[in-house]
């Protein structure tokens, strides 16, 4: 059932790349119909599958003579990040309701990246992972460098690099794990059984770990995602901070961790308290975690501050992983869906409500805008998705980084300390984009009365689509933040099997 | 070896000559009176008959290839089966983007001398006789010569057909001069006599002169190939020969130097030796007791490592020579080079289980269709724009969606995006590399090739960017003929299919 969220997509796409141009109502209400079927068949596959383990779907010969084959499968990791996509998917084209250029080309590109999403999310082979994973990098460049706003070019141009870049790295880790695993077969659960040697892991694991990071955000390679989430149009940079991140981290989990767990053994010496690749990358990502949050406390444009709380909030999953415990890797999955609708509403509140309304975006101008008068919504709005971004109790954010920062405790106690920074900082830099967008008291100075053409212009009214997204992302951060056994049910049969090794 | 052995064995190329001469008499003798567009697209469907016909030929033909007293002259069936037919199709989809050509009004002359130019790429792909093999060449060079200058009315056109005609009789030469050597040394023609002679005494003393005959030959080759150092004339022939001409070039000259290429490969790493079939020329292992030849850099032979140093530096060259371009046509061209680079790769590190050589001829062919392709949008905009820098494509989206969308497909594909085939090519070729070579050196390789096409997506993206993501200049519809367009959105569908399901090239290539 799962599957045909992937073929509903790319039918979606297709439809809208053969919808005549005029038509940009009925492209609108094609891309829900098929974002909100794909959702349906996400929460259909979710409550099927719950209490069991891997189920396959497919599982048909593609290239015979290379051992690769159309494998898609669902564990509970697969299906809590499908529903995440479903959810994801419908957010994205109600906060798109307002694309009027070129409607029906926005919409194919949308929906191809989300069919290359679930597909990513549903390979069992190694080879059909990739294949996915390379799928979404074309539509993100033209979402972007059409339909985007700063520095557009720039930004797509960057983040196409960076994610073919990675995926070359992945690409290459790829085939010297098929060609040593002497195995024939690409199936993720063969070449994890395949007993490749600890010395070959020892050197495949950080590439290909590398490889995915960098779509994940990983500090030092993590520059292409404020640029690229500040040039997207709103639904694309929901999308990037929403899934595409989430593409990376899981390729580090699913393909890094599984494939090589020898990787992250101890080198055998150390340096400077640095004694394997696990260290290493645990590192980063604190590093991560933490700069990510002081450069959004310094930033003067409103996207960027989300954009680097991105980053931020990445870092956390990255060294959930690198806890290598239980409850460390659930917690990392479940941050994965938290940060997931978090940011999505994060970003459709900066770009479709706030932005699309004011067109600006500069904390400066926006202080003099007192938008929590003539944008209640919008600044209520952001209270509570702020509040679910600093993690307080009662939303996703909260359980998932709790149990991070738990596991990271049971690894090593000052990962957690290193990251407890992390989220004061964070508290302060929401704080202070919240405080300066919505509810400051500035006056308007005579200078930028000048720029305004018209000082008190009406703001367009808060439309339906919006209204709708909003709900639906806050019900869900609350539903899964006072109720997190619906997902921590699924993940954590799905994270004890791959820390097993792979078995059922 | 009688008359009729011969005919046998040649029908295909027979089958092509017999083509030619009938596009003339037609052309020449019974549409003289007729409009250029109708005299055309006769020939261009005469030679496409021609094409259909040899492929015919080629069926009939079977396992059977020409031998004189014991050698093999002209191998058939195999993997040269398949790059015949490879060539044949490109060929017949060259000809059919000639069909609104409008650069030259002798449209009979220009189809014979491509339909003798492609006999000359199936004798090369079938030639195991270095005399047979300079025929062959020859053959194939002097109508690419031709076609490259047939543009009378343009200036670029003669001067590219100028550069490309010295630096191809130079190259001949050195070929030729190569050849003489080994014969000299070996004291035979045909391929896998010297290739066991190589491994004699007498060559083991001649050393030297067998590594100038290397270096000379393969600079030959590596002319045919495009490859760098040998590469300059391939920028320049791109830009100004016509289109349909470039693309011909691009395609088909390039399959069938491949497959010449894949002979030589095959023949030395098929090495008799004490009762036993073994493969140590090209995998660096020599067994115990034959004459161990120097070892440079790791690499037993030179060949290997001149073929390596080819490669890197083809792959280097041409993907960032590409990034600075500004004529699409020449930004083809070096990417041709990079695409070149990878191939020889492949070469460098070859088996002589048919792994490589599959894995290559599904490369070269699906690049071959790609390059077609790409030759064909860039010729329709060139016509309507009337230049091919960057900037004429601007807006393409919205002149003509269908075009548009057909240039999207052929340059993800060579930039070896998934689903489609171009990344299958490259899947294929570097998996076969790594199960060749064992070690550092070969894994470095195609480490460096792997970040080398992702340094080419950044080129393609730049020719795409200003289809789709570029505010149009000038919005009125570019119109494509009917034939044209279909070729092209046809080529665009086999990319498309060919890579959601590999298996299909895959298992027809195999089961040759």
Redesign the interface.
Known sequence: MLAYTIYLSFAGALVQALLPKSKSGAARWLALLFAVAGLALAVAGFAAGAGQGRIVIVDA??????GIHYLLAADGISRVLVLLTGLAAVAGVLFSWNVELRTN?FFAFYLALIGGVYGVFLSFDL?LL??FY??A??PK??LI??WGSTRC?YG??KL??YS??G??MV??GL??A??TSGSHSTSLIDLAHAGLSPHFQMWCFPLVFTGFAILAGMWPFHTWAPTGHVAAPTAASMLLAGVVMKLGAYGCLRVGIWLFPRGLDPWGFSFVGIGSWRDVFALLAIIGIVYGALVALAQSDFKFVIGYSSVSHMGFVLLGLMTLNQIGMTGAVLQMFSHGIIAGLLFAIVGRIVYDRTHTRQLAELETMHLARRLPFAAWAFVIAGMASMGLPGFSGFVAELQVLVGAWMAKPWWTIAAGVGIVVGVAYTWRALQKAFFSDVLPTAHTLEQEHEPSHELAAISWPEITGVVMLVGVSLFVGLYPRILLDTIEPAVKALLAGGGQ | MNYLDLFRATLPETALEIAALLVLVVDLGLLRKAVLSTRVAVAALLGVAGCGGALWALQVQGNAGLSYGGLTLLAAGGYIAVAQSGILVLTALTLLLLIDAVFTRNAGEYVAVVLMAAAGGLIIAAAQDLLVIFVGLELLSLGLYILTAFAKSSGKSAEAAMKYYLFGGMSAAFLLFGFSYLYGITGSTNLHQILLAVYGWNAYHAAPLLYVAIVLIAAGLGFKVAAVPFHLWAPDTYEGAPAPAAAFIASVSKVASFALLISIATAASHVFDGGQLTAHVTTMRPPAGTPRLPVYLGFSIPWTLILTTLSVASMLLGNLAALAQTSVRRLLAYSAIAHAGYILLALAFFTHSPLSTNAILYYILTYGLTTIGAFGVVSVVERAVGSDRLDAFLGLHKRNPLLSAALLVLFLSLAGIPPLVGFWAKFNLFAAVLSVGAGPVPFALVALAVAMSAVSLYYYLQVLKRAYVMPAVDTTPIKAHPVTLTVLLAIAATVVVLGCFPALLQGWIANF
């Open positions: 010969p593609w290239v015979p003579s290379m080309e080879f990739f294949v390379e799928i990098i074309v460049y033209f460098a059409i070019e797509a141009m196409a690099l073919f870049v995926s070359a690409l290459i085939l010297a098929y060609s």
